[in-house]
């Protein structure tokens, strides 16, 4: 069965902080995508990033980073030096490919709040 | 913009009815999802077309079915509604049906009163 755990509900920071958002997967597959999405107050979901099993290597674009590791299945995001904007309710979702069948299977959400 | 759209973008109703959402996938994208975002279950897969055809179905309830269309948009309709049903109702879309990334419409919000 395939689980994503965010065991942060609520995270409040102040501006110009660094803030990691934790995220811990479960799944039996050998090759699996990892993503991230964004839900600012307006009610998207914006897509931040994917990652596939096979690519453990580190990302940054801008202010996001993500870290990715197998060994202890989590893939953890960190915002540096946070600002109001990006104050949100966070995802992280696991694909499941089985039998032609490709759903996200999403954690609870963090939500995220930058006091300035 | 994720070049999903979604409408109506809200929508109120009572007990007993039926509603139909609509979605229409990014140009190109053969594949449409939906999900039902609700404050109990988060957010939860509900079924996938690709091209017309039924790929898979999740924690879909029998009162819902969905279609997808030969210009490729999809409806959701939901009949005998309860409160319970109250939720965001979002529809995504993707290339190819395996691992792209699924983008995501504005969703629907639906109250059931």
């Known amino acids: 069965a395939q689980k994503v755990t965010q065991a942060q509900t609520e995270i409040s920071v102040v501006e110009k902080e660094d803030v990691t958002l934790d995220c811990v997967y479960e799944t039996r597959d050998t090759t699996y995508y990892l993503f991230w999405y964004k839900q600012p107050p307006s009610g998207e979901l914006v897509f931040l990033i994917r990652r596939n099993s096979f690519d453990e290597q580190n990302e940054i674009s801008g202010r996001y980073s993500w870290n990715f590791q197998k060994s202890t299945s989590s893939f953890n995001f960190t915002i540096t030096a946070s600002q109001v904007v990006d104050s949100a309710v966070y995802f992280c979702?696991?694909?499941?490919?089985?039998?032609?069948?490709?759903?996200?299977?999403f954690g609870k959400g963090t939500k995220l709040s930058v006091i300035p | 913009d994720s070049g999903v759209t979604q409408t109506p973008k809200h929508l109120i109703t009572a007990t007993g009815q039926r509603v139909t959402l609509r979605c229409s996938p990014r140009?190109?994208?053969?594949?449409v999802y939906w999900y039902q975002q609700s404050l109990d279950q988060g957010l939860q897969f509900l079924i996938q077309?690709?091209?017309?055809?039924?790929?898979a179905k999740g924690n879909i309830l029998e009162r819902f079915s969905a279609q997808q269309f030969p210009d490729l948009h999809s409806e959701l309709n939901l009949s005998s509604l309860e409160l319970g049903d109250s939720a965001l109702y979002f529809c995504?879309?993707?290339?190819?049906?395996?691992?792209?990334?699924?983008?995501f419409g504005p969703g629907t919000r639906l109250t059931v009163l």
């Open positions: 140009s190109g994208d053969l594949s």
């Open positions: 995504a879309s993707s290339a190819p049906p395996g691992t792209d990334t699924q983008y």
């Open positions: 077309y690709y091209n017309g055809e039924e790929r």
């Open positions: 979702a696991l694909l499941y490919s089985g039998a032609g069948s490709y759903q996200l299977t």
